[in-house]
C-alpha cells in the first residue's frame, strides 16, 4: 500500500512540471495498462522526455516528423485536414504552424532558459546571429548614428482623381509638358522629378489616379513624406481622391490640399473643403490644421504659394537622413532600354549611392555602371537622399516598389536576392495552396464550373504590367453554370517576344496584350502562323474592356459558326428508333440541317450540338425560314422541355 502511495506522489511530480491535458492523458492511459508501479513511473517519465520538442527556425515537413517520431503522411494529412495548409515533404514549414502540428500531436514545446540566457549575454553570438537570419529573411540592418544626420530633400506624392490636373499641377511647378506624352493625357506611370525652390530642393512623385493603378498609387504614398491632394474645384471630391486619401493615412503621411482649376466659373473651393470633412480631412479654412492652398495649374496661381506650405509642412517634420552610410533606396520604375540594359528610376532614401556600388534590389543584384538625372540627359557620380536617379547595371528586372540596398561585396547581394526568390516561391506556393484548398472543397458540392481566361501581359515599365495584372486578376463573370476569371501566365516588362508566344502557345485561347511595347517580327509571325491573338493598348481601359468581353465568351461560348436564327420548342415527340423529337417554332431567320446549335433553357446553356434531322410536317427538309414549324433532331440531345430555345449557327 506504501509503495503505491510513493509511486502516485511521484506521478503528481510529474504532472505538475507536464503540459497538464497532455500528462492527465497519458497518466489515465499508463494507470489503465500498466500492471506494476516501477512501470507506471518509469513510463510516465518517458512521456514526459518524448513530448518535449525542440524547434529552431522554419522545419521541412520531413524534419518535424522525424523530430516528433511521426509519420510524414500523418503530418501532411493533419496540415491538410485540421490547418487547411497543403504542403510537400521538403516544403518549409513556419514557426507558427510548426508549433501548431506539435501541439496537434499532443507534443510539449521544451526550451532551456539558462542556455538562452546565455546565448543573449554574448555579444558577439548575438550579432552573428542576427547578421545571417537578416540575409535569410532578405534583408539587411544597419543602424543610424543621430549625430551624423544631416537635414535632406522633402519627397512630395502629387494624388488624386483622375483629370483633376495632378500632372498639369507638376508641369507648371517644373515649367515643362508631361501630360502630352501620356496616352489619352492619363498618367499611367509613376515619375520622380526634383525642384528647387528658393534655393532648396524639392522632389516630386507624380502617381496615377486611374483605378487601375491603386498599387502604384500606395507604393508612391510609402516612399513620401508628404503627400500633395490635388482636388478638382468645379468637381469635388471623387472615388480616387477617396483612395488617395486612404493611401496617405496608411503611409503615416501629412495632407497638403490642392484646390486646382479656381480659374474656372464653376469653381467652388468652399464645396471642396466641406466634403473633404465627411474623411475626417479639416483644413486650415475651417479651424482644421491640414494646410490648403487654392490654386490654378493653367494659369499658374498661388504656385509660391503652395510650394511654402510644402516647405513649411518639412520643417515642421525635421526630415533628416545619414548621407555617410550605404545607400537604400526604393525602385520607382523600371523598364529594358536598347543600349543600356535595365533602367531602374530610384528614389535615395538613405546614404549616397555612387558608381561602382554592389547591391541588392528585390529578387535580383547588380553593380551601379551610370546613374544619370531624370532628366536623360545629366550622368551623376553620386547621389544622396531623397534624390531621384536612374540606376543601371541591373542583372535582372526589379519590380516597381522593390527595396535597393547597398552592400559590400556581391556575394551578400545575391544571397540577399536568392533569399528573397525563397521568399516569393513560398508566398506563391502558399497561394496556391489555398486555391487547392478551395478547389477540392468546392468540389465536394453542386457548386459552379470554374472556367479561366488566359493571358499574357507585356508593358513598357514593370509597374504598369504589375498593375494591369492586378486589375485583371479582380475580373470576375459568372451565372448559374460557371465562373470565369482571369489567369495571367505573364507579366513583365519589355517587347513581346517569341518566348512569349511560345508560352500562349501552350495554352489554347490565351490573349498577348503588348500594353505600350511593340512586338518583335519573330512574335508577330508566331501569331500569325498559330492564329494567337495579339492585341495592343496605350490606354488601360481599352485593355480591360476587350479582356472582359473576351470573358464573356468564354462565360457563354457561341457554337463555331454566324448566327442563322432560333427555334422555340413548344412539344416533344418520341419517334420509335429515332428518339426525342423538338416540335418547334422558328421565331426568326432561318434553320438549316447539319448545323451547329446550343440549346438554351432560359439563360442557362444545356447543350452544343448538331441538327441530324429537320423535317417540315412529315417530309425531310435542308431549311426552315421564320414562322414555320419544325421538327427537330439533334445528335447528341433528347432531353428537350417545352420553351427551350435552340439557336442555329451556320460556318
Same mark, same amino acid.
Given at each position: /500500500? /506504501?509503495?503505491?502511495?510513493?509511486?502516485?506522489?511521484?506521478?503528481?511530480?510529474?504532472?505538475?512540471?507536464?503540459?497538464?491535458?497532455?500528462?492527465?492523458?497519458?497518466?489515465?492511459?499508463?494507470?489503465?495498462?500498466?500492471?506494476?508501479?516501477?512501470?507506471?513511473?518509469?513510463?510516465?517519465?518517458?512521456?514526459?522526455?518524448? #513530448?518535449?520538442?525542440?524547434?529552431?527556425?522554419?522545419?521541412?515537413?520531413?524534419?518535424?516528423?522525424?523530430?516528433?517520431?511521426?509519420?510524414?503522411?500523418?503530418?501532411?494529412?493533419?496540415?491538410?485536414?485540421?490547418?487547411?495548409?497543403?504542403?510537400?515533404?521538403?516544403?518549409?514549414?513556419?514557426?507558427?504552424?510548426?508549433?501548431? %502540428?506539435?501541439?496537434?500531436?499532443?507534443?510539449?514545446?521544451?526550451?532551456?532558459?539558462?542556455?538562452?540566457?546565455?546565448?543573449?549575454?554574448?555579444?558577439?553570438?548575438?550579432?552573428?546571429?542576427?547578421?545571417?537570419? =537578416?540575409?535569410?529573411?532578405?534583408?539587411?540592418?544597419?543602424?543610424?548614428?543621430?549625430?551624423?544626420?544631416?537635414?535632406?530633400?522633402?519627397?512630395?506624392?502629387?494624388?488624386?482623381?483622375?483629370?483633376?490636373?495632378?500632372?498639369?499641377?507638376?508641369?507648371?511647378?517644373?515649367?515643362?509638358?508631361?501630360?502630352?506624352? *501620356?496616352?489619352?493625357?492619363?498618367?499611367?506611370?509613376?515619375? +520622380?522629378?526634383?525642384?528647387?525652390?528658393?534655393?532648396?530642393?524639392?522632389?516630386?512623385?507624380?502617381?496615377?489616379?486611374?483605378?487601375?493603378?491603386?498599387?502604384?498609387?500606395?507604393?508612391?504614398?510609402?516612399?513620401?513624406?508628404?503627400?500633395?491632394? &490635388?482636388?478638382?474645384?468645379?468637381?469635388?471630391?471623387?472615388?480616387?481622391?477617396?483612395?488617395?486619401? &486612404?493611401?496617405?493615412?496608411?503611409?503615416?503621411?501629412?495632407?497638403?490640399?490642392? !484646390?486646382?482649376?479656381?480659374?474656372?466659373?464653376?469653381?467652388?473651393?468652399?464645396?471642396?473643403?466641406?466634403?473633404?470633412?465627411?474623411?475626417? !480631412?479639416?483644413?486650415?479654412?475651417?479651424?482644421?490644421?491640414?494646410?490648403?492652398?487654392? !490654386?490654378?495649374?493653367?494659369?499658374?496661381?498661388?504656385?509660391?504659394?503652395?510650394?511654402?506650405?510644402?516647405?513649411?509642412?518639412?520643417?515642421?517634420?525635421?526630415?533628416? +537622413?545619414?548621407?555617410?552610410?550605404?545607400?537604400? $533606396?526604393?525602385?520607382?520604375?523600371?523598364?529594358?532600354?536598347?543600349?543600356?540594359?535595365?533602367?531602374? @528610376?530610384?528614389?535615395?532614401?538613405?546614404?549616397?549611392?555612387?558608381?561602382?556600388?554592389?547591391?541588392?534590389?528585390?529578387?535580383?543584384?547588380?553593380?551601379?555602371?551610370?546613374?544619370?538625372?531624370?532628366?536623360?540627359?545629366?550622368?551623376?557620380?553620386?547621389?544622396?537622399?531623397?534624390?531621384?536617379?536612374?540606376?543601371?547595371?541591373?542583372?535582372?528586372?526589379?519590380?516597381?516598389?522593390?527595396?535597393?540596398?547597398?552592400?559590400?561585396?556581391?556575394?551578400?547581394?545575391?544571397?540577399? =536576392?536568392?533569399?528573397?526568390?525563397?521568399?516569393?516561391?513560398?508566398?506563391?506556393?502558399?497561394?496556391?495552396? @489555398?486555391?487547392?484548398?478551395?478547389?477540392?472543397?468546392?468540389?465536394?458540392?453542386?457548386?459552379? *464550373?470554374?472556367?479561366?481566361?488566359?493571358?499574357?501581359?507585356?508593358?513598357?515599365?514593370?509597374?504598369?504590367?504589375?498593375?494591369?495584372?492586378?486589375?485583371?486578376?479582380?475580373?470576375?463573370?459568372?451565372?448559374?453554370?460557371?465562373?470565369?476569371?482571369?489567369? %495571367?501566365?505573364?507579366?513583365?516588362?519589355?517587347?513581346?517576344?517569341?518566348?512569349?508566344?511560345?508560352? +500562349?502557345?501552350?495554352?489554347?485561347?490565351? @490573349?498577348?496584350?503588348?500594353?505600350?511595347?511593340?512586338?518583335?517580327?519573330?512574335?508577330?509571325?508566331?501569331?500569325?502562323?498559330?492564329?494567337?491573338?495579339?492585341?495592343?493598348?496605350?490606354? &488601360?481601359?481599352?485593355?480591360?474592356?476587350?479582356?472582359?468581353?473576351? /470573358?464573356?465568351?468564354?462565360?457563354?461560348?457561341?457554337?463555331?459558326?454566324?448566327?442563322?436564327?432560333?427555334?422555340?420548342?413548344?412539344?416533344?415527340?418520341?419517334?420509335?428508333?429515332?428518339?426525342?423529337? #423538338?416540335?418547334?417554332?422558328?421565331?426568326?431567320?432561318?434553320?438549316?440541317?447539319? +448545323?451547329?446549335?446550343? &440549346? /438554351?433553357?432560359?439563360?442557362?446553356?444545356?447543350?452544343?450540338? @448538331?441538327?441530324?434531322?429537320?423535317?417540315?410536317?412529315?417530309? *425531310?427538309?435542308?431549311?426552315?425560314?421564320?414562322?414555320? *414549324?419544325?421538327?427537330?433532331?439533334?445528335?447528341?440531345?433528347?432531353?428537350?422541355? $417545352?420553351?427551350?430555345?435552340?439557336?442555329?449557327?451556320?460556318?
Amino acid at each position: /500500500m /506504501m509503495e503505491m502511495a510513493a509511486v502516485v506522489v511521484m506521478v503528481v511530480v510529474v504532472v505538475a512540471v507536464m503540459d497538464v491535458v497532455v500528462a492527465v492523458v497519458a497518466v489515465a492511459e499508463i494507470l489503465i495498462q500498466l500492471p506494476r508501479a516501477e512501470d507506471l513511473v518509469l513510463q510516465v517519465l518517458e512521456v514526459q522526455a518524448v #513530448a518535449e520538442i525542440m524547434l529552431k527556425g522554419p522545419i521541412s515537413v520531413g524534419n518535424l516528423a522525424e523530430i516528433i517520431d511521426e509519420k510524414p503522411v500523418a503530418i501532411i494529412k493533419y496540415l491538410m485536414t485540421d490547418l487547411g495548409v497543403m504542403a510537400s515533404m521538403t516544403q518549409n514549414l513556419d514557426p507558427a504552424t510548426c508549433v501548431a %502540428v506539435v501541439e496537434g500531436f499532443g507534443k510539449i514545446i521544451g526550451g532551456d532558459d539558462d542556455e538562452d540566457d546565455e546565448d543573449y549575454d554574448d555579444d558577439d553570438d548575438d550579432d552573428e546571429y542576427d547578421d545571417d537570419s =537578416a540575409l535569410e529573411m532578405g534583408f539587411v540592418v544597419e543602424e543610424d548614428d543621430d549625430d551624423l544626420m544631416k537635414p535632406r530633400p522633402p519627397v512630395v506624392t502629387i494624388m488624386g482623381h483622375v483629370d483633376h490636373g495632378k500632372t498639369s499641377l507638376l508641369d507648371a511647378i517644373r515649367n515643362t509638358r508631361v501630360t502630352a506624352g *501620356e496616352a489619352g493625357g492619363i498618367t499611367q506611370h509613376i515619375a +520622380a522629378y526634383q525642384v528647387d525652390h528658393k534655393g532648396q530642393s524639392i522632389t516630386f512623385i507624380d502617381t496615377p489616379g486611374h483605378a487601375a493603378f491603386t498599387d502604384m498609387r500606395e507604393r508612391g504614398a510609402n516612399i513620401t513624406d508628404i503627400v500633395i491632394l &490635388v482636388v478638382a474645384a468645379d468637381d469635388g471630391v471623387k472615388q480616387q481622391t477617396a483612395d488617395s486619401i &486612404v493611401c496617405a493615412r496608411q503611409a503615416g503621411v501629412p495632407l497638403v490640399v490642392a !484646390i486646382n482649376k479656381i480659374d474656372l466659373e464653376a469653381s467652388d473651393p468652399n464645396k471642396v473643403m466641406t466634403e473633404l470633412t465627411q474623411y475626417d !480631412i479639416l483644413t486650415e479654412d475651417l479651424g482644421g490644421d491640414v494646410l490648403t492652398s487654392q !490654386i490654378s495649374a493653367k494659369e499658374g496661381t498661388n504656385l509660391d504659394d503652395l510650394l511654402n506650405k510644402i516647405m513649411l509642412q518639412a520643417e515642421i517634420q525635421d526630415l533628416k +537622413a545619414n548621407y555617410d552610410r550605404n545607400a537604400e $533606396a526604393f525602385v520607382v520604375e523600371a523598364k529594358v532600354e536598347v543600349g543600356l540594359g535595365t533602367v531602374a @528610376t530610384s528614389l535615395v532614401k538613405k546614404g549616397t549611392l555612387k558608381i561602382g556600388d554592389i547591391f541588392a534590389a528585390g529578387e535580383t543584384y547588380g553593380k551601379v555602371r551610370t546613374l544619370i538625372s531624370t532628366d536623360g540627359k545629366t550622368r551623376l557620380k553620386e547621389v544622396g537622399p531623397s534624390t531621384p536617379v536612374r540606376i543601371v547595371g541591373f542583372e535582372g528586372i526589379p519590380a516597381a516598389g522593390d527595396s535597393l540596398i547597398v552592400v559590400d561585396d556581391e556575394q551578400t547581394a545575391r544571397t540577399l =536576392a536568392e533569399s528573397r526568390k525563397r521568399i516569393t516561391r513560398e508566398k506563391s506556393s502558399n497561394l496556391y495552396q @489555398t486555391g487547392l484548398m478551395e478547389s477540392v472543397s468546392l468540389s465536394f458540392g453542386a457548386q459552379r *464550373e470554374s472556367r479561366y481566361l488566359y493571358v499574357v501581359v507585356k508593358a513598357d515599365v514593370q509597374g504598369s504590367a504589375e498593375a494591369l495584372t492586378a486589375s485583371l486578376s479582380k475580373l470576375k463573370l459568372e451565372n448559374e453554370e460557371a465562373t470565369v476569371t482571369v489567369k %495571367v501566365l505573364v507579366s513583365d516588362a519589355g517587347e513581346v517576344s517569341k518566348s512569349d508566344m511560345a508560352i +500562349a502557345s501552350v495554352t489554347p485561347g490565351t @490573349t498577348v496584350i503588348a500594353f505600350n511595347v511593340a512586338a518583335s517580327m519573330a512574335a508577330m509571325d508566331d501569331a500569325r502562323n498559330q492564329n494567337i491573338p495579339l492585341e495592343y493598348y496605350n490606354i &488601360v481601359y481599352d485593355a480591360i474592356e476587350s479582356v472582359e468581353s473576351r /470573358m464573356q465568351e468564354v462565360l457563354s461560348p457561341t457554337p463555331a459558326g454566324e448566327y442563322t436564327g432560333s427555334a422555340t420548342v413548344q412539344e416533344v415527340f418520341n419517334i420509335g428508333g429515332t428518339g426525342n423529337i #423538338a416540335g418547334s417554332r422558328c421565331e426568326d431567320g432561318i434553320l438549316r440541317k447539319g +448545323a451547329n446549335v446550343r &440549346v /438554351m433553357r432560359g439563360d442557362k446553356i444545356l447543350i452544343e450540338s @448538331t441538327i441530324k434531322t429537320l423535317r417540315n410536317f412529315k417530309s *425531310e427538309t435542308d431549311s426552315i425560314e421564320a414562322g414555320n *414549324e419544325c421538327g427537330i433532331g439533334l445528335t447528341t440531345f433528347e432531353e428537350f422541355k $417545352a420553351d427551350d430555345v435552340i439557336e442555329c449557327y451556320v460556318e
